[in-house]
């Protein structure tokens, strides 16, 4: 599979990501509105939903590059966003989907995550207003890349760094902040740019971190993101086990 | 004293009614009305013994007067502990009058004609008001073949001595050792001095008396072979001194007025012996009831300490009883009607199928009623004593039932109020994401597009990235509020992913085996989460620096079970209970039915287990709706 950096620019027929925004709730509708029309001639939002069905319906009409949507919404008020991850990632693989809400738990990424990472993102609602953040995960979906909010990785990255004997105290701060910026999707370039550092001392930084974790590096983004995630959320439930 | 009438449940520390420190209802104490009949008979008893003794006209004066004071005094102790024993009984009054009688009856020892008269027909009197005690013993009246004894015995006055007194210049007396010794003064009623036919009265006299002797006697040997067990403990003394009596009363019969035999030292002394003895059958038959109920009363009361069921007391009330009929039966305030132990209406008329019942309660208030047989009703002592330890042994369980009662209430409110309280925390916390939360992120959007529009490195953008960093702080804090409130994880996805969350989240070692239990009614699914989270909490705060703690949470056919268990210091258990916090846990999981476990030791760690059990109904799918 390309790298999703090479393929950030592959982009709908128009040369926009075609869009499909699905949200009940229209102050955070209307924010999400503003956002992307401030991007210009880089996206088209092909219709606005305020629910599960229609969602469903409206890529069914006219299949979008990506679908942003709502975690929670009617009918049922719980993970009608991930479901809709769930339905196309059998219907329309090729979508990808970027599931907004206001849950920092990562239980609802790793749900995402279950049907696989591949083009598919959890962002915080509060960071859609973000251009860098909004944009950066249309594209990585788009591509079949994946992202995780940061703030939910700093979540779990902090609750590991507080807990004792934890397998993160065996990592150097600048593999943990590698590690974390590899939760959240972030390409090894941009990992790179974010911490000052070259790629080449980035990738350095992963293998080693990897190493450290009995993590098998993977190459491809989205799935190197699901296995730092799941190491964060769960395999060092063990306390004792490996001291 | 606070005792009125519908308050049932008086003050702890205070009377619930009027008991003296010597209740009269109880052993002594001794009233006024007492002391009166004590000094009349006294004083009847001294005069009766100075006019036999100055009369000079009775043959053996020292007996007769021993007699006549040792019957006078019998008959009114006896009368007293009637009428206290049994207040509802006349038979007392009886005692008592036959008492005046016997006093009457010392006048024949009088050399007045009139008073002699009078004697004597005081004697008669007190002659057929013994064969009255015996024939209605223990009550006071007579029925059925009683009636025959004693118009035999009235007709051996009327048909017998009373045309005597008329024809006769000596009048004979009925005792048989209260006869003249030859002086005797002349008879006031002698109306025609016929020899003759006075001697024919004196046989049909001599006849009828005998008769009506041998029926007394045959009566009593009839009542006492057909007596229940219970009345025979009544009889039994009755009988024993009241045989010889008859029996002398009937020989004298014979002998005086049939052969002409003036009776000996030897019969007349045996026949005085018998009179002291006879009235004392009275006082024994009830000492002896007392007794016998006071050790029922003991032998129920030791039979009932363990709890006995309702059936258990019934069975003992029978053998008490000697009843094998007898019934305890219950009675429905609401519906005012009788019931059996199974519920069955049970009609109580006083004609019942021969028997008797009597009801039980406290004040006015029936409880149960014992349904006895007839001649029962003749030992009140023992009915009342077996009634009221029935009433005892089953208020205690209705005391239990009650607690038991107040129990379940108590847990279900404390549900009910759980219920409420977690109900009114998720709402809260729905309320708080779709509401002013939603708003916020809304507008952290907006002032993310602002600072786009105000451009870079100016004034404006650096008031609005404070004021994004302000926004964002307030954000996480409403959430952390919100998640504190209740967790949207357990509401949306159950306990295994609410719990594993608290696992991620959590800032010591722990170790965890959650395994997927499934949806679980609401009230169970925040039980089990709050205690977890509140024992967790416990080995942080308490189990020190260096303790890990284990969860597991799993699923049994019957039950959803927990346990947080930690290897940290360790405490000694309260001995009456727990800690507040090892307490809310109990509670909380006490009101959704479950149990709590909590086993620690100085230097052991501690272990909490928890179980709540699943009903059928609380499979998944049935989660209780928001």
Known sequence: MSSPSELADRKGSKGAYRLVVAEDAYLVREGIRSALEREGEEVEVLEYCPDLGSLLRAVEAAPPDVVITDIRMPPTLTDEGIQAAATLREDHPEIGVVVISQYVSPHYALKLFEHGSAGRAYLLKEHIGHRIQLMEAIREVAAGGSVVDPKVVDVLVEARMRAKNSRLSRLSTREREVLAGVATGASNAAIADSLFLTKRAVEKNINSLFAKLDLTDDKTTSRRVRAALLFLADSDLGAGADL | ?626
């Not at chain 2, 009269?24 to 009349?40: M, Q």
């Not at chain 2, 302000?470 to 409130?485: K, M, Q, V």
């Not at chain 2, 969350?501 to 722990?510: C, G, I, K, T």
């Not at chain 2, 959650?514 to 699914?525: C, I, Q, S, T």
């Open chain 2, 1 to 626: 004293m606070n005792s009125s009438a519908v308050s049932r449940e008086p003050a702890f520390d205070q009377l619930d009614g009027d008991i003296e420190l010597r209740d009269p209802a109880f052993g002594g104490g001794v009233r006024n009305a007492d002391v009166v009949v004590i000094a009349v008979a006294l004083a009847a008893a001294s005069a009766a013994a100075a006019i036999v003794a100055t009369g000079g006209v009775t043959s053996d004066p020292t007996t007769v007067a021993t007699v006549l004071v040792a019957n006078i005094a019998t008959l009114a102790v006896g009368g007293l502990i009637w009428r206290r024993g049994r207040p509802a009984s006349s038979f007392g009054n009886l005692l008592l009058a036959e008492g005046v009688l016997v006093f009457v009856s010392s006048l024949s020892g009088s050399a007045n004609s009139g008073a002699h008269l009078i004697g004597m027909l005081g004697g008669w009197a007190a002659g057929l008001g013994a064969t009255w005690l015996l024939l209605s013993f223990p009550g006071s009246r007579l029925g059925g073949l009683t009636w025959i004894v004693m118009g035999l015995a009235v007709a051996t006055f009327l048909v017998g001595e009373l045309p005597l007194m008329l024809l006769s210049p000596k009048v004979v007396g009925v005792s048989g050792i209260a006869n003249c010794a030859g002086a005797c003064p002349a008879n006031a009623a002698l109306v025609v001095d016929a020899p003759n036919a006075a001697a024919a009265f004196r046989h049909v006299e001599g006849v009828l008396q005998a008769a009506w002797g041998l029926s007394l006697l045959f009566y009593l040997s009839a009542a006492f072979a057909w007596a229940s067990h219970a009345r025979r403990r009544l009889l039994l003394p009755v009988f024993a001194t009241s045989v010889p009596f008859v029996v002398a009363f009937a020989i004298n019969a014979v002998a005086f007025d049939l052969i002409g035999a003036p009776p000996s030292s030897t019969a007349r002394a045996i026949f005085a012996g018998a009179r002291i003895l006879f009235p004392l059958g009275f006082i024994a038959g009830l000492l002896f009831a007392r007794a016998y109920a006071g050790e029922a009363l003991a032998f129920m009361a030791s039979k009932l300490v363990g709890r006995p069921s309702v059936a258990t007391v019934e069975q003992l009330v029978r053998s008490v009883l000697d009843d094998p009929q007898a019934r305890l039966v219950f009675w429905l305030p609401r519906s005012e009607q009788f019931v059996d132990r199974h519920g069955t209406p049970v009609a109580l008329d006083p004609a019942y199928e021969r028997r008797r019942w009597r009801a039980f309660g406290h004040g006015d208030v029936r409880v149960l009623a014992v349904v006895h047989d007839v001649v029962l009703g003749e030992d009140p002592e023992l009915v009342t004593a077996v009634g009221a330890a029935s009433l005892l042994a089953l208020d205690n369980r209705r005391l239990e039932h009650d607690l038991l009662d107040s129990v379940d209430a108590l847990r279900a409110s404390q549900r009910r109020l759980v219920g409420a309280a977690s109900a009114e925390r998720r709402k809260i916390e729905r309320d708080l994401h779709d509401g002013v939360q939603q708003k916020l992120v809304a507008l952290r959007i907006r002032l993310e597009l602002a600072r786009d529009v105000a451009g870079e490195s100016n004034g404006l953008a650096d008031r609005l990235a404070e004021l994004a960093a302000d926004f964002d702080d307030a954000l996480d804090e409403l959430r952390a509020a919100a998640h504190g409130i209740y967790p949207p994880l357990l509401a949306d996805e159950g306990l295994e992913a609410a719990l594993r969350e608290v696992v991620r989240r959590w800032h010591a070692p722990l170790d965890a085996e959650l395994e997927d239990v499934g949806r679980l009614p609401e009230d169970r699914e925040t039980a089990i989460y709050y205690c977890c989270l509140e024992a967790l909490q416990n080995v942080a705060k308490h189990a020190g620096d260096d303790a890990v703690a284990s969860l597991r949470l799993w699923r049994d056919p019957k039950a959803v079970r927990f346990s947080v268990v930690d290897n940290g210091v360790g405490f000694l258990p309260h001995p009456d209970g727990k800690g507040a916090g090892l307490t809310n846990m109990a509670d909380r999981i006490g009101a959704v039915g479950g149990t709590l476990a909590v086993r620690s030791k100085p230097g052991e760690g501690t272990k909490i287990l928890g179980r709540v059990t699943i009903e059928a109904s609380d499979r998944a799918g049935d989660v209780v709706p928001v």
